[in-house]
C-alpha cells in the first residue's frame, strides 16, 4: 500500500536532490534494441499504517485509514467499516448503505473531474497541465472544475468534509443529513450531470495511441448495480470469489525497487483492476443515460486500449451524478445514523471500488476490539506489475523518439491508471539502460 | 519575482497523503485567478511545467521520514525566500509519526517483507525541526479558507489572519450545542486549534483534534474531564496519539497515560 519507500542499491540515482521532481521514476533496460525490462519504482516513503493500527480500537479504522490518501479518503473509510462489521458481524441497513453509496459518488465524481481534467486531459491536447490549457481551453478547465467542485460539494454534504470527511463512524454516520439538504443540491447535481455527458463527448474525441491490454480485469459486482460500497469479486476470465478469499488469490510482493508491494492473482504476472476492470465487468449495470454516452463514444462491451480509460472514466461520472440524483430522489430518511456494532473477536474483509479501483481491506480484532492485525490492498500496488506490461510494449515502438518527448509520453501511458503513488501524478524520471 | 513581477510558487511534497495540496487544487474558483497573481512554478500535481527556483513563496506538505528527505529539504530551504510548512505532517510530524513511540525495526517487518529494502528514519519528525519555517498553517487537512488566506497575507507581505484560539470559540460563534456539557460526548474541542469551523460537534460528534493543539491548550485538565465523562487511561492515551501525536502539548499529555496503561 502506504508501503512506499526504498529500493536497492542500482537505482539510487533516484534518491539524490536532482530527482526531487517525484516520489517515483521510470527504469528502462535495452538489449540490442530491444526493450529486455521496464521497473517502475516507486519511492514514497513508507507510513506503517497496517503496523500503527495494531493495538488501535476497532472503532478507529475509518478516520486513520482515510489518512492514507486525500484524494480517495472515502475509498478508505467505506472498506474499512465492511471489514470492521463483518468482523463484528454486522450488516448496516440499507438505508445506511445508500448513504454510503452518496458520499462514495461524491469522491468518485470529484477524483475523477481532477483526473480526467486537470491531470490527464493536458496530456492529449499538448500542455504542461491544466492552468496552461485554461489560457486556451477556458471553457472546458471551467466545466472540469465545476464538476469537481460538485463533487467536493457532495462529499461535504453527507460526509462533513472533502479531504478526510468525519461524518464516517463504523454501523454507519454521525448524523443523517436531511431531506432538505439533500434536496438543496440536486441541480448543482443536475448541472454536473449535463457537464459530465459533455465530458464524454470531449474526451471521446482525443487521439488515443493504439494498445491493447491482454490482462485478466478484476473488479467487484454487485446485486445493487454498478459497483462501488461492495459487492463480491468477478473477473474476466470467469472467475469469481467472495472478498473474504480475496487473500487466498491476492498474494503481495515486496520488489527492491518499490515502496509498493506487488500484488498477484493466483499466481499471474499482473492483472488490472479500475475503470476499465468495472466497465468490462459491469456495463450492463450502469444507467441508461452512461449507456447512452458509452454508445454514442463508441465503447463496445469492453475496452482493453488503457488510454481510453479517460473515456470510461468520463462514462462513469455521467453514472456518478446520474446515481447520486436518483439517490437522493428517492431517499426516504433512515431510522438512525448509525446501527451499534459491538467488539468481538473475529476477522473481517471489506472491499469497495475506489475511483482508481478495488481497494481491500481485512482486520483481525480481539475480544475487546483491539485490532491485532491489518492488511490493506490499494489499488496501484495491484495495477502496478500492469503499468509495467503496458510501458513494456509502449516504449519498444518508441525508441527512436527524443528523450523528452518519449518521457512525455511515458508518463501520459502511466497516468492511464491515474496511479496513487501517493496519488502524485507528474513523476517521471526516465533512465534508459542500453546493454 | 519573474520578469512580469508576479510572485513564484513552489508546492513541495514529504511524507503525506496528498491532501493538503489538493487543498490547494480544491480551490476551484479561485485557482485560476490565483495561477494569475503568482507563478506557479513548481507543482508537480498540477502541472508538468518547471520554472527554475529561486521561489518566492514554498509550500511544504508532510513531513520527513527518510534520510534524503532530511537532505531534501535543506535544498528547499534555501531556494525559498519564505517557506509555509501546511498540514498535521509538515507542523507536527502526521500520523506517521506514530512510529516515534514505537520501534522502527518492528514497524518495518509487520508491513515488508524484505525489511532491508527499506530505508527509512526512526522518527517522523516536522520541517521546522529541520530548517527554519516562516509560517506552520496547521490541519489534517488544512482549510482551503485559510490557505488562501495565508497566500494572499505572503503576497502582500503582511501577517496571515489565522486565529490561534481554540476551536470551542468557533462552536460559541456557530451557536453549536456543547457536545461534551449537553450530551457527554468526549470532545478535545477545548485544546485544539481553531480553523476547521468546529466541525465536528455540528455532525454530532466530539472534535479529534485534526488541528493540533491550539496556543495555551490544558490538556491535564481536560484529560480529567474525558476520564469523567467515561473514558479510560488508553482511550485517553489513543484520542491524544493520532495526527497530531508528536506536537508537544499532545505527546507529553499522551505519555502520561503510558505510565497508567497496563
Redesign the interface.
Known amino acids: 500500500m ?2 512506499k ?4 542499491d542500482h537505482i539510487l540515482h533516484v ?3 536532482a530527482r ?4 517515483g521514476s521510470m527504469h528502462v533496460v535495452v538489449k540490442d534494441g530491444l526493450v529486455a525490462d521496464v521497473e517502475l519504482q516507486i519511492f ?9 493500527l ?1 493495538g ?2 476497532w472503532t ?1 479504522p475509518p ?2 485509514t482515510a ?5 480517495c ?1 472515502v475509498a478508505y473509510q467505506m472498506s474499512s467499516c465492511l471489514a470492521i462489521e463483518s468482523a463484528c458481524g454486522v450488516t448496516v441497513p440499507e438505508e445506511i448503505r445508500l448513504l454510503r453509496r452518496l458520499l462514495y459518488c461524491g469522491e468518485w465524481i470529484e477524483s475523477h473531474a ?1 483526473h480526467i481534467y ?1 491531470l490527464h486531459a ?1 496530456d492529449f491536447l499538448g500542455y ?5 490549457m ?1 489560457a486556451d481551453h477556458g471553457p472546458v ?2 466545466r472540469g ?2 464538476l ?2 460538485a463533487g ?1 460539494a457532495l462529499m461535504t454534504l453527507v460526509g ?5 470527511p ?2 464516517v ?1 463504523v454501523g454507519g454516520f ?2 443523517l443529513p436531511t431531506p432538505d439538504e439533500l434536496r438543496s443540491i440536486r441541480p448543482r447535481l443536475e448541472r454536473a450531470r449535463d457537464d459530465a455527458v459533455e465530458t464524454v463527448r470531449l474526451v471521446a474525441g482525443f487521439d488515443f495511441p493504439e494498445m491493447v491490454q491482454e490482462q485478466e480485469y478484476v473488479a467487484l459486482r454487485s446485486p445493487h448495480g454498478y459497483p462501488l460500497e461492495g459487492g463480491s469479486v468477478v473477473t474476466s476470465t470467469g472467475r469469481t470469489f467472495e472478498v473474504a478469499d480475496f487473500g487466498t488469490h491476492v498474494v503481495e ?4 525497487r518499490s ?1 509498493a ?1 506487488h500484488a498477484r492473482l493466483d499466481g499471474q504476472e499482473s492483472y488490472v483492476v479500475g475503470p476499465l476492470a468495472r466497465y468490462a465487468l459491469n456495463h450492463d449495470q450502469l444507467g441508461p443515460l452512461a449507456q447512452e454516452a458509452a454508445r454514442d463514444a463508441g465503447l463496445g462491451d469492453e475496452c482493453r486500449n488503457p488510454f481510453q480509460s479517460i473515456v470510461v472514466r468520463a462514462v462513469e461520472l455521467v453514472h456518478a451524478t446520474d446515481e447520486a440524483i436518483r439517490i437522493i430522489d428517492e431517499w426516504e430518511g433512515a431510522a438512525a ?1 448509525f446501527v451499534d456494532v459491538p467488539a468481538r473477536a473475529g476477522i473481517g474483509y471489506g472491499a469497495t471500488e475506489a475511483p482508481r479501483g478495488l481497494l481491500y481491506h481485512r482486520y483481525e480484532l480481539a475480544e475487546d476490539g483491539t485490532i491485532l492485525d491489518a492488511t490493506i490492498v490499494p489499488p496501484t500496488s495491484q495495477n502496478q506489475r500492469s503499468i509495467e506490461a503496458d510501458l513494456r510494449v509502449f516504449v519498444q515502438d518508441r525508441l527512436d523518439l527524443p528523450r523528452d518527448e518519449l518521457v ?1 509520453q511515458c ?1 501520459q501511458a502511466i497516468r492511464n491508471y491515474d496511479p496513487c503513488i ?6 517521471l524520471d526516465l533512465t534508459v539502460e542500453d546493454r | 519575482m519573474t520578469e512580469n513581477g508576479r510572485p513564484k510558487l513552489a508546492v513541495w511534497k514529504f511524507a503525506s497523503c496528498d491532501g493538503c495540496q489538493l487543498t490547494l487544487l480544491n480551490c476551484e474558483d479561485e485557482l485560476i485567478p490565483l495561477a494569475g497573481a503568482v507563478e506557479i512554478a513548481y507543482f508537480p500535481e498540477a502541472t508538468r511545467a518547471v520554472v527554475e527556483g529561486p521561489y518566492d513563496v514554498s509550500l511544504v506538505e508532510g513531513s520527513v521520514t527518510t534520510p534524503a528527505d532530511a537532505e531534501r529539504i535543506l535544498e528547499i530551504r534555501s531556494a525559498s525566500r519564505r517557506l509555509i510548512t501546511i498540514g498535521a505532517c509538515a507542523t507536527s510530524g502526521g500520523i506517521q509519526a506514530l512510529r516515534n513511540f514505537a520501534d522502527v525495526a518492528e514497524y518495518r517487518s509487520i508491513v515488508y517483507a524484505h525489511p532491508e529494502y527499506v530505508q527509512t528514519l526512526e522518527r517522523s519528525t516536522p520541517i521546522a525541526a529541520h530548517v527554519t519555517v516562516d509560517y506552520e498553517l496547521h490541519g489534517c487537512p488544512i482549510d482551503s479558507r485559510q490557505l488562501l488566506e495565508v497566500l494572499a497575507a505572503f503576497v502582500q507581505d503582511r501577517r496571515p489572519r489565522i486565529p490561534s484560539y481554540s476551536a470551542c470559540v468557533e462552536c460559541k460563534r456557530r451557536g453549536t450545542v456543547c457536545v461534551a456539557v449537553a450530551h457527554g460526548t468526549p470532545c478535545l474541542g477545548p485544546v485544539t486549534l481553531a480553523g476547521c469551523g468546529a466541525l465536528c460537534p455540528t455532525f454530532s460528534r466530539g472534535c479529534y483534534g485534526c488541528f493540533g493543539p491550539q496556543d495555551t491548550p490544558n490538556t491535564g485538565s481536560l484529560a480529567d474531564q474525558l476520564q469523567v465523562l467515561g473514558m479510560s487511561e488508553s482511550q485517553v492515551l489513543r484520542v491524544f496519539r493520532t495526527f497530531n501525536a508528536a506536537a508537544e502539548p499532545f505527546r507529553l499529555e499522551s505519555e502520561k497515560h503510558e505510565e497508567a496503561t497496563p
Do not use: M, W
Open positions: 502506504t508501503h519507500l526504498t529500493q536497492g534518491e539524490n536532490l526531487v521532481e517525484g516520489e514514497e516513503p513508507p507510513r506503517f499504517f497496517e503496523a500503527f495494531r488501535r480500537a478507529e478516520d486513520i489518512r492514507i490518501c486525500g484524494i479518503p481532477l486537470l493536458p504542461p497541465g491544466a492552468i496552461e485554461a478547465v471551467e472544475l465545476r469537481k467542485k467536493n462533513g468534509r472533502a479531504i478526510h468525519v461524518n463512524r454521525y448524523r510482493e515486496h520488489v527492491a515502496n508491494l445514523p512525455r508518463e501517493s496519488c502524485a501524478t507528474h513523476f
